[in-house]
């Protein structure tokens, strides 16, 4: 998952009241919208603005990753600009400037045949320093992470993202494990029931890693799965926020690894998404070898999957640092397209997969 679609995540959860009153005025400088989230977690993301005259320039950041937008215009009071996040996705905003505070109407549309989701949210003035990332931890020095001897055949499985995305709960990671245990994929080799974005709560005053209400008991979701004859993975980010701006792993990674193996996960996706906007393409191997030695000293094998979308040459590195799976590509489309092009351009890394080490190239 490429960070180019967390701006859609950050938007569909926006929630507050417009003002009805109008102030003429600038709307140039950083504005935040600080959103709580249905699952009691809150999100932030900045509007940065330039005024000249009615027409209005700059960007939306999310995650430290900004998108440019487009059309945008003030007059009367009254705000309008489009962006596009991701793919096919418009979001269009109309806010009404009220004193020093924006109340916004957020328009998504996604596919052509769906009526947009709209949904009203407000921004208060900010600055710029709030919108950049955190500065780079020290990377390690390059060993070899030991092979931890899982996954001797590609993993199949489940992963939650493409279909539910930030819906996923507790209820539906144990619907889908009984569906898998009873329709017979089990038998056919399909054992992992894994949790993609979104089920991050906040850390304690510890730093431990806790779930949000989605996910009320993570063990008992794992010893739920586990009693199927199931695997459970789990998701997180070598950044310090997710690709839907959810709690990462920056800084935790042992403390988050011994968690995950207390909890009883058999799996991680580890998403760069965050990360990419504070280290280097050269830093990849160093910050993954980081979880994979995390991993390791958890006391529970742990399936690795790296998920950086094919950046740094990844099959050339990838099972030094643990990994078990890599990806090869960005993300995927169920278009037949996008399915040609990903798969016949693995033929030329082939080479670099053996057992236990496998290239990916995304999720169907």
């Known amino acids: 998952m490429a960070f180019k679609r967390t701006a859609l995540l950050c938007f569909l959860s926006l929630g507050s009241t417009v003002v009805p009153l109008l102030a003429q005025g600038d709307v140039s400088g950083v504005w935040r919208v600080h959103s709580e ?30 998108t440019p937008i487009k059309d945008g215009s003030f007059s009367g009071g009254k705000l309008h600009f489009t962006m596009n996040p991701w793919r096919q996705v418009v979001i269009t905003y109309d806010g009404r400037l009220i004193e020093d505070a924006l109340g916004l109407t957020v328009s998504t549309a996604s596919e052509p045949s769906k009526p947009p989701k709209v949904i009203k949210a407000s921004a208060t003035r900010s600055n710029i320093e709030a919108t950049r990332p955190p500065a780079p931890l020290p990377v390690p020095e390059l060993h070899d992470v030991p092979d931890n001897g899982l996954v001797r055949t590609p993993p199949m499985g489940w992963n939650s993202w493409n279909h539910f995305a930030g819906k996923v709960t507790d209820a539906t990671v144990r619907h889908t494990a009984d569906v898998i245990a ?22 304690d005053s510890a730093g431990v890693i806790k779930p949000n209400k989605k996910f009320p008991d993570m063990k008992a979701l794992a010893d739920y799965v586990h009693s199927k004859g199931l695997k459970i993975g789990i998701y997180s980010s070598p950044g310090p926020l997710t690709c839907a701006g959810y709690e990462g792993s920056m800084g935790h990674e042992a403390q988050d690894a011994k968690t995950y193996a207390e909890w009883g996960m058999d799996y991680l996706k580890y998403d760069w ?92």
């Open 273 to 364: 998404c965050s990360a990419g906007e504070i280290y280097k393409d050269s830093d990849l191997q160093a910050v993954y070898q980081k979880m994979g030695d995390a991993l390791q000293a958890s006391g529970r094998p742990i399936v690795y999957s790296l998920c950086q979308y094919g950046r740094g040459d990844v099959w050339k590195w990838g099972a030094k640092v643990g990994g078990n799976l890599w990806r090869t590509t960005g993300d995927i489309d169920d278009k037949w397209k996008s399915l040609e092009e990903i798969g016949f351009a693995q033929a030329d890394i082939n080479s670099y997969v053996k057992a236990g080490h496998w290239n990916d190239p995304d999720m169907l």
């Open 37 to 66: 989230r249905p699952d009691g977690t809150f999100d932030d993301a900045y509007l940065n603005l330039k005024q000249e005259g009615k027409a209005v320039t700059g960007s939306v950041i999310h995650n430290y990753h900004g």
């Open 182 to 203: 009873g329709s017979g994929m089990k038998e056919a080799g399909y054992l992992y029931v894994n949790i993609d974005d979104t089920w991050q709560g906040e850390r």
